[in-house]
């Protein structure tokens, strides 16, 4: 009796490995499906790749570019630089910024209305602009010497008119006579009118003759 029930249950075990088998090999179609990960695993593969995706954006970005835009600027002197356009004083640009022509406009308007000259932009200057009037011949000459801005930007454009073959004198940042006739005979040789002074418009000739630029003064 053992011997049969022994028999039974091993055909009975053969016949379901068969099964199991034919089910496998026959039965199902297509790939098994992989086998699912777990929450951990799928949320580290995003983070992975995310991570990938901000380093080659990264990498492609373009880098920013320095420009003069970062440099500060002054509601003041944007207010005087349109007050000298209005005047014909030709400052170049009006970007609040202090060049070389807003100090030479500035320069000639302040010689022209009676004015100190510095060649500052200042608050005192841009009131005067809009009220009128000036302080007088007899303050314009307590002015003994001319700030250093003034002074680098007069040798500057002695310099250049001593490279023109124009005999401005000294470069020494003082408006002199010979500097004052260099300037008048530049200006009748470029057809301008003639002044005598620093100008804005002086300045703009002297950089277009000179390759775009004042000469530089090499350092002692």
């Given at each position: 009796m053992a011997t049969l029930q022994a028999r039974f249950m091993l055909v009975a075990f053969v016949a379901m490995a068969a099964a199991?088998?034919?089910n496998a090999t026959h039965l199902q179609n297509g790939p098994h499906p992989a086998p699912m990960a777990n929450d951990k695993q799928v949320a580290s593969n995003r983070s992975d790749k995310s991570s990938q995706q901000v380093q080659k954006q990264s990498r492609t970005l373009p880098q920013p570019v320095e420009t003069t835009a970062s440099l500060p600027k002054s509601k003041t002197i944007?207010?005087?630089q349109r007050k000298l356009v209005e005047g014909g004083y030709e400052p170049g640009p009006v970007d609040g910024l202090q060049g070389q022509m807003t100090m030479a406009a500035i320069i000639a308007y302040q010689h022209d209305h009676d004015l100190p000259v510095t060649g500052v932009a200042s608050?005192?200057?841009l009131k005067n602009m809009i009220l009128g009037g000036s302080v007088g011949k007899s303050a314009a000459s307590k002015m003994v010497s001319p700030p250093e801005e003034m002074k680098?930007?007069?040798q500057m454009i002695q310099k250049t008119l001593?490279?023109?073959k124009y005999d401005p004198g000294p470069v020494d940042g003082l408006m002199g006579k010979s500097t004052q006739t260099a300037i008048k005979n530049f200006e009748r040789k470029r057809k301008l009118s003639v002044t005598g002074r620093i100008s804005g418009?002086?300045?703009n000739e002297l950089m277009e003759v000179n390759g775009g630029r004042l000469s530089k003064l090499v350092s002692s």
């Amino acid at each position: 009796m053992a011997t049969l029930q022994a028999r039974f249950m091993l055909v009975a075990f053969v016949a379901m490995a068969a099964a199991i088998t034919y089910n496998a090999t026959h039965l199902q179609n297509g790939p098994h499906p992989a086998p699912m990960a777990n929450d951990k695993q799928v949320a580290s593969n995003r983070s992975d790749k995310s991570s990938q995706q901000v380093q080659k954006q990264s990498r492609t970005l373009p880098q920013p570019v320095e420009t003069t835009a970062s440099l500060p600027k002054s509601k003041t002197i944007e207010a005087i630089q349109r007050k000298l356009v209005e005047g014909g004083y030709e400052p170049g640009p009006v970007d609040g910024l202090q060049g070389q022509m807003t100090m030479a406009a500035i320069i000639a308007y302040q010689h022209d209305h009676d004015l100190p000259v510095t060649g500052v932009a200042s608050s005192q200057l841009l009131k005067n602009m809009i009220l009128g009037g000036s302080v007088g011949k007899s303050a314009a000459s307590k002015m003994v010497s001319p700030p250093e801005e003034m002074k680098t930007l007069v040798q500057m454009i002695q310099k250049t008119l001593a490279e023109l073959k124009y005999d401005p004198g000294p470069v020494d940042g003082l408006m002199g006579k010979s500097t004052q006739t260099a300037i008048k005979n530049f200006e009748r040789k470029r057809k301008l009118s003639v002044t005598g002074r620093i100008s804005g418009r002086l300045v703009n000739e002297l950089m277009e003759v000179n390759g775009g630029r004042l000469s530089k003064l090499v350092s002692s």
